[in-house]
C-alpha cells in the first residue's frame, strides 16, 4: 500500500516568501505529525493532530508557522515570511494508535531551503 | 531537559567492530520504539519494546528494554557499512504525542 508522501521534494525559496508543504498521510491513520530536522541533527517536533482533538501546536517556533489537516486526512505546514534559518528537512509521519503502540510511518521529507 | 538522553551522540568505528548506543530517562514508559534513519530518508521502524526486561534480536541488532521500563540499549555485532546511520528512540505513553531522543549519528568506516 502506499506510505506517507510529501511534496515538494524540494524547495527553494526567497527570504520574506511564504511556503507550503503538503503532507498525505497513509488512509485510516489518525495521527500526524510535523518535524524539522536540520543537517545532522535530530527531529525537532512542530505539531501533533490526533483524530478530532485540538492540536499539539506547542512546538511551532514562531508565529510565522502554521499547520492545518482538513478532513482527518491531508496536512499543509504554512511557512510565512520565510528566514534563513527555517531551512531544514521538514518530515511528516502519520499513525495508527492504539494504547499499546504507535509507530511512526515517516515520509521522504521536503527539503526547503531559503536564501 | 530532555525526556529522553541518548548517548553517545556520535560514533565512529571500523567494520567488524561491535557497539552498543544508550537511550536514558528518569520516566517510566508502557513501550519504547527505536528506529533507524538513513541519510537522505525518512526515519523507520526497526523495533518496539513494551516489558520490562525484554530482549528482541533483529539479525545483528540485539535490543533490551530496562526492568524498570526507564532505558533501553541496541548492542550492533560485527558492524557493517550498511549500519550508518541516526539511531532514534521513541516513547508514547498510549494516545500521548511520542517523544524523541536526539539520536546516535553512527558512521562505520569500510
Known amino acids: 500500500g502506499a506510505g506517507v508522501s510529501q511534496s515538494p521534494s524540494n524547495k527553494v525559496t526567497e527570504k520574506g516568501k511564504d511556503v507550503e508543504l503538503r503532507c498525505d498521510p497513509i488512509?485510516?491513520?489518525?495521527?500526524l505529525y510535523w518535524y524539522r530536522q536540520s543537517l545532522g541533527q535530530g527531529l525537532e517536533f512542530l505539531i501533533y493532530f490526533q483524530g478530532n482533538s485540538a492540536p499539539d501546536k506547542s512546538g511551532l517556533p514562531s508565529d510565522r508557522f502554521s499547520a492545518e489537516r482538513t478532513g482527518g486526512s491531508v496536512s499543509t505546514l504554512t511557512i510565512q515570511r520565510t528566514q534563513q534559518e527555517d531551512s531544514a528537512v521538514y518530515l511528516c509521519a502519520s499513525s495508527l494508535v492504539s494504547l499499546t503502540t504507535d509507530t511512526q510511518y515517516f515520509g521522504p521529507g521536503t527539503r526547503l531551503t531559503v536564501l | 531537559t530532555q525526556l529522553l538522553e541518548q548517548s553517545p551522540q556520535f560514533l565512529s568505528i571500523q567494520e567488524g567492530e561491535n557497539l552498543t548506543v544508550y537511550c536514558n530517562s528518569s520516566s517510566v514508559f508502557s513501550s519504547l520504539q527505536w528506529y533507524r534513519q538513513e541519510p537522505g530518508e525518512g526515519p523507520v521502524l526497526l523495533v518496539t519494546v513494551v516489558t520490562g526486561g525484554e530482549v528482541k534480536k533483529l539479525k545483528r541488532l540485539t535490543f533490551q528494554f530496562g526492568d524498570a521500563r526507564k532505558d533501553s540499549s541496541l548492542h550492533i555485532t560485527a558492524a557493517q557499512p550498511g549500519d550508518t546511520g541516526l539511531y532514534l528512540c521513541?516513547?508514547?505513553?498510549?494516545?500521548?504525542?511520542?517523544?524523541f531522543g536526539i539520536g546516535t549519528k553512527l558512521q562505520v568506516i569500510p
Open positions: 521513541a516513547v508514547s505513553g498510549g494516545y500521548q504525542k511520542v517523544t
Open positions: 488512509s485510516g491513520h489518525t495521527a
